[in-house]
Each structure stands twice: as C-alpha cells, then as structure tokens.
C-alpha cells in the first residue's frame, strides 16, 4: 500500500472517530440545573387567614318612640355622649290622622251612646242617693220607735240591712257614672284631628342616651316627619372592638375559642394580638367575587392589646386576621414548593451524588410555605425546590447559581 492510500485512510478514520465523539458528545446526557433548598427543623405555625371587619360590640340603636315629627339633631358622629345626661333628640309626638266619612260618624255615633249611657248611669246614681236617703230616715225612726218599746228588735235589724245594701248600691253608681264619663272622653278623643285650634301643642319628648361612649352614625339629621320604630342614631363605646370575619366552614371547623389571632393590615406599624372569642354556631351562604356559592361561619375575634396599640381603629375597619389552629416548636419541615403528588401521596426529589432521588413522605400539617415532615427524609438533606415534568430518579442535577 502506498504512502498516499495510507495517508487518505488515515483521514477517513480520523474523520469518522471525530464524528463519533461529537455525536457522544451531543447524546452524552447532560446535568439540569434545579434551585435547591434544604430540610431543617424549626417552628411551624399554620393559620387560617381571611379579611375581617372591626365592629363595636355593644351598640345601641336609638328608634322613634311613636309616630311625629323629629326636631333637628344637632349631635354629629364622633360626639360623647353620657348616660342619662346628654340628650340625643327631640320629638315631637304627631297630629291625628283626618277621619274620612265613614269613621266620623261611627265616632259621632260612639260619642251620642257614650253620652247616653252617662245620663243613664247619672239618673240611676240620682235614685240610688234617694233610696238610700229614705232608708237612712227609716230606720232613724225605727230606732226611735225601738227605744220606747214599740218596733220590734228583728224588724229594726231588717231595715239596717236594707240601708247597708241601698248604701253598696249607691257606691256603685257612683263608679258606673265616672266610668260612663270615662267613655264619653274616650269617644270624644276619637273625633279630634289636626289643626284644631283649640287644642293645646304637645311638648316634646326628650330621647337621652343609655350609654356612656360617642355617636357612631346619624341616620336621621334634619327636622322631617318619622315612623314608630324608626332608627335616628346609633351608640357604642369605640373602646370596646371586637373583629369578625366570615370563614369557610371547612377552616372554621379548626378553630377553638380562645385560639390564637393576629391582626395585620389594619394601617399601624405592628400586628395586633388577639383571640377567638366564638365561633358561632349557625353557617350562612355567600357569594363569592367569581360566582360560586360558598357556606361561610363568622368568628369573632377579642383585641388582648391595650387600647393605646389600636386607637386609631374605628367601626367598621377592614383588617386581615390569622387564626393559629397548630403550632410546632421543633419540627422537621420542607419548603411547600418542593412537593408533588406521587402514587395517591407526596414526595419530593432529594439531591444525592449530583442525582434526582424520588422519595415518598409522610406529611403532617403545613402552611402555605412550609410542611411539617413526619418521615421520609433526615434532617439536613437537599431537596429541589419547583421541580419540572423533566426531572425523574436517577436525572444528573446541579445547583443554578443565582
């Protein structure tokens, strides 16, 4: 073979070696890069969270006590008020309504039977005075008669009882003619309407606080015409807050009186300290922001800080409010974001020698950041953190420098 048939196969070979390291180059699997993060133990603290609203625990609605005409309220929200003292409204009670014809004359028809029914029992109160008067001067008589021995002793004992009755039933008709006066004033009263000149004005009545604390609302201001029942003002101590938030059921289900509660987002510098005061027993359905109906428990939440930490909260105030339903001192945990479903349980990827490992865990509580390891991995060991669709046991792995 000549030196240049040598030299070409030469060249054939090292073209194909050189194509076939760079096509086990190209094949050759290379290590992706994943964010780590490692398992430690610490606290754990799991809440359930919810926007929640401040609210005054004891208010008071002040109503009108009757149908009339309500003066100007001069009090305005943020005003003290104190018990028995201040004076929240003025009211004047209203005029008659008018009568329309029917009604006037059953009332002038009531009015001429009452007045009747007064001249009857008047002339039976005015025979009952005679009788008993007559009585009276027979039996003074018959005593006279009795000492000399002429009337006898049973008869005069008869006309004592006979006066003692006539006596009973003159005192009675005295009764019958003031209540027949009585009912002619009532039939009477039926018959006055407004506008009657003759009638004196009716002084107004003075509505005076319950309370000691301040003017929460003003539903009513100017001087106008009310209904009975209709609420003017509302009261309440704004020291005595209580925050109430509407939760699922199914987290409300969790949570004990007496549990836990921070307050935050309320606008002050620090997070408020609180408890559960009650989880009330009745749920309720609400609509939420995309449609779907939802059963919702409200649970009230007591402030432990002084009230020097959250005066500037007021009634009505949007807060955000954490329930602490678990609390772990010492517990292995992971980042919730390495987690994944596997065969009906979770696991996650561990990094061991530059390599993905699948390994199943057993979970206990978690928040939304982090999940309380119960067994599966030790302590100390990484794990990836977000892992891709990508990733199985055995994947050559390392760390993305950030």
């Known amino acids: 073979m000549s030196a240049r048939q040598l030299m070409t196969n030469y060249r054939v070979w ?22 780590m993060a490692r398992a430690e133990r610490g606290a754990l603290v799991v809440t359930v969270d919810e926007e929640g609203e401040t609210r005054v625990r004891e208010r008071f609605r002040i109503a009108a006590p009757l149908t009339g005409r309500l003066l100007r309220i001069v009090l305005e929200p943020g005003d003290a008020v104190v018990k028995g003292e201040t004076v929240l409204a003025r009211f004047v009670p209203g005029d008659p309504r008018p009568l329309d014809v029917r009604s ?12 009747a029914s007064l001249g009857g029992a008047r002339a039976e109160h005015r025979r009952s005075e005679a009788d008993l008067v007559f009585a009276k001067a027979q039996l003074e008589r018959s005593r006279r008669l009795a000492a000399e021995g002429i009337v006898a002793v049973e008869e005069l004992e008869q006309l004592q009882s006979t006066a003692q009755a006539l006596e009973e039933a003159f005192r009675a008709s005295q009764f019958a003619a003031s209540s027949a006066e009585y009912e002619l004033e009532r039939t009477r009263a039926v018959l006055v309407e407004a506008g009657v000149k003759d009638r004196a004005a009716p002084a107004a009545l003075e509505i005076v606080s319950p309370i000691d604390g301040v003017v929460l609302k003003r539903l009513r201001w100017s001087e106008a015409a009310v209904q009975e029942g209709e609420v003017l003002l509302e009261l309440g101590d704004p020291e005595d807050l209580e925050i109430v938030s509407d939760m699922l059921s199914v987290d409300a289900v969790q949570i004990r009186p007496g549990a836990r509660v921070r307050i935050e987002q309320w606008g002050g510098e620090h997070a408020l300290n609180g408890r559960v005061r009650r989880v009330e027993p009745a749920g309720f359905t609400k609509i939420s922001a995309l449609g779907v109906e939802e059963q919702r428990v409200n649970v009230i939440a007591a402030l432990d800080d002084p009230v020097s930490a959250w005066k500037r909260l007021g009634d009505g105030y949007r807060v955000e409010v954490r329930v602490v339903v678990w609390e772990g001192g010492d517990v292995l945990k992971v980042p919730t974001s390495c987690l994944f479903r596997y065969e009906g349980g979770w696991a996650v990827f561990a990094v061991e020698s530059g390599k993905a490992r699948l390994r199943g865990l057993e979970l206990g509580r978690r928040n939304g950041v982090e999940a309380h390891v119960v067994s599966g991995l030790e302590e100390g060991a990484e794990v990836i953190v977000h892992p891709s669709d990508n990733l199985a046991d055995g994947t050559p792995v390392r760390p993305r420098l950030l």
């Open 14 to 35: 090292g073209g194909v070696l050189l194509v076939a390291v760079l096509l086990g180059i190209a094949l050759w699997p290379s290590a992706a890069l994943v964010e």
């Open 104 to 115: 006037r004359a059953e009332a002038e028809a009531a009015v001429r039977a009452a007045r």
